[in-house]
């Protein structure tokens, strides 16, 4: 019978795999498939690589003479120390180890191993940047029989997942004058040691860790004690007091209060608002569905906070009797206009039109699906979009059981676009915890996002081609992309169904099913000096047959558009 199941099992679909690949589900057996069929595509180890290494080991457990072996074949030295402890760790081995070291320090443990072309990356990255005091590589977990397990692919740097999480791991390379002078927490252990370092060093020589893409670093480990990979390693308590002193001393950072650790063990920055809180344009196209449409200006009134708003409803075409009784009280308000918008459906068409009525420094489109229920998500969302590096900015969009609608979107996906995470259940932590944390994207959905006016007047407002209701949404994002961040902030979060009641992407059964934002905020549009640079891992992904690219750059056709709005 078992045999019989498995024959007629059904397969899942392609739109299937890229979402489960998005949501981190099945990832060891993604995971070794994608070991044996793309790994072997990246840089082979021909000889042993140029960059003058030290590694320091610290503890006592043996290492079956791989060090040795390795130190010998490709050419690096090896500084053992004793076991960190409550009188002795990172910082005080520090001294003699820079007295010896070579270049370029790592600080691992026996039980870890280097990635087979982990010198070889090393070795680009340093000839790429030679100034660049923190190279940090992307890593995995090993156990005692090499069996390799819990890949974590990094993002380059941004303060707030970095902060958020220990965004760093193991897999990080320190210059050698990067480490001198440092002040550092006395009696750390490797993984604190090694984050307090890299804010240190970031500070000190006012340049970011460098990214350098590949499995630089296999970390020892037991699929019993740490199976996922090892964001929360480190205590969220004492990630704090070193992301705080991070806080203090970052330019970009002035005013940011640091919060947490969370439940699930995150911290969470909150940056100021602007004083006075800018006026914010929430622009929101419907046809009939008085249902949604009062519920959403409902939570609007009463599960927002942030006072300083109007609301711009676009009719278009609505016919039921209710419906217009209600646009009629609606008008008598002072802080709501309804705008008629009759004709064929056209997403872009609507929110441009609502733009030329806005009157606020700060555009949102909205949903009439969406529901607030966090008071302060309007004020997560205007206090990251007012920073200058930040374009875009959206929010967790929730399902009313709280499971997960929208957390970022992934250019590329399913060809062209798609939700991360889309279904999650409320507990997911996502792939290596992004759905708890705030982070850079590609592109956040339009159902619910925040900008600058003055950024979407200078893009030329959103595209009109005759594209479906979900294209319509995602096209403007990559264009925004280019001039600031789109931002997923974890801190806002909602609850929606569509603009006309109708079934989004993904969900066949043709039910609607309504959102919730709550104030989880959780992408920005990538910055004018950042355009290359990939919020998720670039290297392709394969789940079965379906391969889905980590980062994909915006269509062509925009290319000159884009250039124009970042450098106006």
Known sequence: MGRFRKLFRREPTRQELYLQLARGLNIERGYQSWIETWEEYGPTRTSAASVPLTVLLAGSESDDGYWGRAAREQGFHIVITSEFSTRWGFKECLPDTLKIARDYIAVLRPSDRLGKTALQR???????????????GDEDQIDANGRRYAPWFKPDFGDDLFLCQNGFGRAVFFKKT???????????????????????????????????PGI????????????????????GSTRRQLVEG??????????????????????????????????????????????????CIDSLDRATSYRNKEVIVLDNDSEEPATKAYFAALAQRPDVRIVSAPGPFNYPRLINLGASHARGEFLMTLNNDIEAFEPDWLN???????????????????????????????????????????DAAPDDPGYAG???????????????????????????????????????????????????????????????????????????????????????????????????????????????????????????????GLDQAAHP
Request: charged share 20%; hydrophobic share 45%.
């Open 380 to 422: 997560e969302l205007v206090s990251q979009a007012s920073r200058p590096e930040v374009g875009l900015v959206g929010c967790l969009l929730l399902y009313p059981d709280r499971s997960v609608q929208h957390a970022g979107v992934i250019v590329g996906l399913s060809g062209v676009a798609g939700h991360m995470y889309a």
């Open 434 to 560: 992004r759905i708890h944390v705030t982070q850079d994207l590609s592109a956040v959905t339009g159902a619910c996002q925040l900008m600058r006016r003055a950024l979407f007047e200078r893009l030329g407002g959103l595209e009109r081609a005759a594209l479906g209701g979900r294209l319509q949404r995602h096209r403007f994002l990559p264009a925004g992309a280019r001039s600031g961040p789109a931002h997923h902030l974890h801190a806002a979060r909602a609850a929606a169904a569509s603009p006309l009641g109708k079934p989004r992407f993904g969900h066949q059964d043709g039910a609607p099913r309504q959102l919730h934002v709550g104030a989880r905020i959780h992408a920005r549009a990538l910055g004018a000096r950042h355009v290359r640079r990939p919020v998720l891992q670039s290297q392709p992904v394969t789940v079965g047959q379906a391969r889905a690219p980590g980062n994909c750059a915006a269509p062509s056709h925009l290319q000159e």
């Open 246 to 295: 991070f806080v203090a001393r970052r330019a970009s950072l002035v005013g940011a209060k640091v919060e947490g650790p969370d439940p699930h063990g995150f911290l969470r920055l909150r940056h100021p608002l602007p004083d006075p809180p800018p006026l914010v344009s929430i622009v929101i196209p419907t046809r009939d569905r008085k249902d949604l449409l009062e519920a």
């Open 216 to 235: 630089l670093v296999h970390v020892g480990g037991d699929p019993a004690v740490s199976p996922r990979a090892r964001v929360l390693h480190l205590a």
């Open 178 to 212: 990067a480490l001198q002078g440092l002040t550092l927490p006395s009696a750390a252990g490797s993984d604190e040691g090694i984050y307090a370092a890299a804010l240190e060093a970031t500070i000190a020589s006012g340049h970011d860790p460098l990214h350098c």
């Open 122 to 136: 090393l070795s680009a990255a340093v000839a790429a940047a030679p100034d660049a005091p923190v190279i940090f």
